[in-house]
C-alpha cells in the first residue's frame, strides 16, 4: 500500500536537521522549579503541600480536582517556596507551586508491576495515579481517553509518530532511542482493549525511524507500523485517523466515536513507566532549536524547569539574537515575550528565529486565490469565515462550519496576501464558546 495521507495540508520549511541528530543529554535543572496546578485540561489539580514542606522526587505535591484532571508530582526534592501565580508558556497566569531545589534528588520508592497479570482496571487507576495526561498537545488526562463508554468498539490504537510541526524533534529522538518503550506503552493500551489494533503512524521524512519500528514490532501481530506522507498537519488527530483508517470525525465527536484511541509518542512512553515501572510523570524530552541558537540540543528534562535556563544550557543565542521565541512549533506554537516559565507536561520545544518572516508584512486584500481552500484540512472556506469573524457575524460562521476550524494554520501559512486568517477564526471561535458558557 502507497503512503497514507489526508486531503489538503501544506509542506513548510521542516528546519528539523538542527536538532534531529543531537543526542538526548539530561539537564539538571536550577534553584527552582515551577509547577503550574493546571498543565491539562480540565479542573486544576488542588495542592496537597504547603509552603515550607519538605518535599521528595516523586512525592505528589497537587491531586487531580476532579475526573477530568490529573495528578501532579515533584521531579527534584527540596522545599516548598511558594504557592503563588506564575506566568506559563502561553501568556497566562496560573496558580503554581514553587519548590527550591536542593540538589540531592532524594526520591520516593516505586512500585513495579508484572503488566501481563495486571486487570485493566489496575492499568486505568496505575496511569491516573501517575497523572499521565496528553504530552504533545492540549493535555487531555489518559485516564479518562482510555475509559470510553464502550472499550469493545475500539478497534484501533493509533500512536502518532508523525512529529509534522516543524523543528520539532524530541518524538523522533525517543523513537530513535528508546523504541522500546514506546512498544511497551502501546502493548500496555492493547491489553485494555481486546478488539483493537495497534497502529505506529510515521511520517515517510522519518525512513530510520520506521525501520527500527518495523524491527522490533516484527513479531507483534497487534501492532503494525504504517508510512505516512510528510505534510502538515498529518498529526492532527482527526487527519491521523482519517489517514489510518479512513474514518471521519468532527468537533461534536471523540475519536472514541469512530473506534479510535489517539495518543502520542511521549504519553505512550509515559503509560509504560506508570503502569510498568509504578513512575509518574515527572519528565520529559524537550528540543531547543532554531536557526538563532547556537547549539540546538535535545534535552531530558525535569517538569518545572525554567526555559530560559534550557536556552543557555543550548549555548544561548547567537551574536544578533532572536526576533521570535516561540514555545512550540512555527504552526501552532506560542509565540513568547518572556523565557521565565516553567516547562510542563505538554511542552516540548523551545524554537528561538533570528527573523521573524511575517510580522513585519502588513496583509492586504483577498485576491480570491482558493489556495486556503486547498490547503485546509477540514475542507472549509478559511477566507470567508475570516470575514465573517472579522465582521463579528456569529451565525453565519456558525453555519459556514467555522467550529470545525483545527487551528492549523494551513491557511495562513498558504495565504499570498499574508492576511491572519487562522487568528481571526480562533478568536472567533472563542468568542462563541464564551457566549454558549454565559447561557
Sequence with gaps: MGLRTFKGGV?????????????????????????PVSQHIGAPAKPVVAVGDAVKKGQLIAEAGGFVSANIYSSVSGTVKAIAPHRVATGDMVNSIVIENDGSYEEVAYEESEVGSLSKEAIIEKVKKAGVVGMGGAGFPTHVKLSPKEPDKIDYIIANCAECEPYLTSDYRRMMDNPELLVGGMKIVLQLFDNAKGVLGVENNKPDCIAKLEEICRDEPRIEVVALQTKYPQGGERQLIKAVTGREINSKMLPADAGCIVDNVETLVCIYRAVKEGKPVMHRIFTVTGDAVKEPRNFYVSVGTNYAELLEAAGGLKEGGAEKMISGGPMMGFSMFDLNVPITKTNSSLLCLSKDDVSHLEPSACINCGRCVEACPELLVPSRLAKQADLKLGEEFEKWNGMECIECGSCSFICPARRPLAQSIKTMKKDILAARRKK
Design 11 to 35: 509542506h513548510p520549511f521542516e528546519g528539523k536537521e538542527l536538532s534531529k541528530d543531537r543526542p538526548v543529554e539530561e539537564y539538571l535543572p536550577g534553584k527552582d522549579l515551577v509547577f
